[in-house]
């Protein structure tokens, strides 16, 4: 059995509406993550039951279930939505296990809201694999993420491009609040209920902005520090969210909603693999300028309740802004610098690795492969298979002989004069040797759509230790081979 609390469904019912899911005609289980129930002291021998199975699939719920599907608004592409909401999304409660940090309980994919517009509500097999796959991999990676607890069939055939196997991905978060959700209250012109709002996330993920002297302009700074640290993080794995829209844009600083989300394999900073995102908007090296853009269209949502009068309101909406900028330049930089095994953040690290993103691009280098064999070398490896990465090896062979110097003058050096220990170690911890190519990705999802998970299975099993040496894993760490290359994603709905 499992036992919700319901914070958010204690707020005024302007927020959300209440909504039951659709009954799975013949629902299945594909997999249940039984470490993370764990994690959140719940019974796996229960959730694989056929009691438990029929919560996943939303077809009978626990009487401590109050199901709601949550109002927000948003930009999408940079377009003014008034109301999008959950349209294919019910939140069953909350869990707070012992940890103490309160969690979210959704369903996601079992049917029509009130808020689905035109939607089925229903949710593709494939993209329930690709979110499950991607979002325990980024727990692994060690990014902040929302987190999938389990996937189950339904037995209902759905309608995208053509008739494909629905589903249902149970996803746990620390919030599904979003941007968006500030954005339709202050579309509304309701300052109050923007206050209970914006109070109710003070007290459940940044507690430290009441003792502020403006706690709305602190809050709004938290939640800079946070989306900059994040989308940082995200470049220094090569991710690309694919969709950076506000109602996409999560409160407490996880990442959230994956469906034409990829990971860069040759470097280049405009790769974009959304198929929708025509324009570039959301490429990968366009994320850091988007997550600012989005942060202002949350500060401007708290302008009614930021100050007394409309120019302090947007001073303190302004400065609070900028936090994104000098947080995210704090981690952008040093974080790769960490990556090339550089003990310091200082200018010369700086331009070197500027060099450096110039130089893998115009050699098209494996993004991931690059990082994991130069850190092999910075271990004491040969530096051949690194060299044999560019296209160029007379390039290659001339930037390992400047890494060198540079790792050695940015810090101890060993005693061979190349990196420190410390810094090889650091490298290890931030260089996965495997992440979630897109190649394999779509191999586990058309294995599914046949109803064969092991693909799936053995892609979650490496993936769950991506900094490790898996060498019976080896063809993981390699890049898609000519024919097998994924060009574009796509959205689920």
Not at 168 to 188: D, E, K, N, P, W
Not at 373 to 397: K, Y
Not at 426 to 446: D, K, L, S, W
Not at 470 to 487: I, K, R, T, Y
């Amino acid at each position: 059995m499992i036992t919700f609390d319901h914070s958010y469904a204690r707020l005024p019912e302007v927020f959300y509406a209440r909504v039951r899911p659709d009954v799975a005609p013949n629902p299945a289980l594909i997999k249940v993550n039984s470490s993370l129930a764990r994690e959140l002291g719940l019974d796996v021998a229960w959730l694989e039951s056929p009691e438990g199975l029929a919560m996943l699939s939303g077809s009978t719920l626990p009487e401590t279930a109050e199901p709601i599907a949550m109002a927000y608004a948003g930009h999408q592409f940079g377009g003014w939505s008034p109301q999008l909401g959950d349209g294919r999304a019910v939140l069953l409660g909350e869990l707070v296990p012992a940890d103490g940090i309160r969690r979210d309980v959704q369903l996601k994919g079992s049917g029509r809201t009130p808020f689905s517009r035109q939607g089925d509500g229903k949710a593709p097999l494939g993209p329930v694999i690709r979110e499950y796959l991607v979002s325990e991999a980024m727990a692994a990676l060690g990014v902040p993420t929302t987190r999938a607890l389990a996937a189950v069939s339904t037995g209902e055939t759905v309608y995208r491009e053509g008739p494909v196997p629905g589903a249902v991905l149970t996803r746990v978060a620390q919030s599904h609040v979003r941007f968006g959700t500030f954005q339709y209250f202050y579309a509304q012109g309701d300052a109050e209920v923007l206050r209970q709002l914006a109070d109710y996330v003070i007290d459940r993920h940044y507690p430290e902005a009441k003792a502020h002297e403006s706690p709305y302009r602190a809050l709004i700074e938290a939640v800079a520090q946070r989306q900059a640290r994040l989308i940082a993080h995200w470049m220094h794995l090569g991710f690309i969210h694919g969709v950076m829209n506000t109602d996409n844009m999560q409160i407490a600083g996880e990442t959230i909603d994956f469906g034409p989300c990829a990971f860069m394999e040759a470097f280049d900073a405009a790769t974009v693999f959304s198929s929708i995102d025509r324009n570039g908007r959301y490429a990968w090296g366009n994320q850091p300028e988007i997550g600012q853009w989005n942060l202002a269209r949350l500060a401007e949502s708290l302008l009614p309740i930021l100050a007394e009068s409309e120019d302090a309101a947007a001073q303190e909406a302004e400065a609070a802004v900028n936090v994104f900028g000098e947080t995210f330049n704090a981690c952008f930089v040093p974080g790769f610098g960490r990556k090339m095994g550089f003990a310091g953040d200082g200018e010369e690290a700086q331009q070197f690795v500027l060099e450096t993103f110039e130089l893998l691009t115009r050699q098209k280098v494996d993004f991931t492969r690059f990082f994991r064999e130069l850190t092999r070398v910075a271990g004491g490896a040969e530096s051949e298979t690194l060299i044999g990465l560019f296209d160029a090896s007379a390039e290659g062979q001339d930037w390992v002989g400047r890494w060198r110097v540079a790792a050695s003058a940015t810090g101890e050096a060993s005693a061979t004069g190349g990196v420190s220990s410390a810094c090889v170690e650091t490298m290890r911890q931030v260089n996965p040797i495997f992440i979630p190519r897109n190649h394999r990705v779509e191999q586990a999802i058309q294995g599914a759509l046949q109803g064969d998970y092991s693909v799936f299975e053995r892609l979650n099993e490496v993936w769950a230790t991506p900094f490790s040496e898996q060498p019976s894993h080896a063809d993981l760490e390699d890049p898609a081979a000519p024919g097998e290359e994924v060009g574009q994603t796509f959205c689920g709905t």
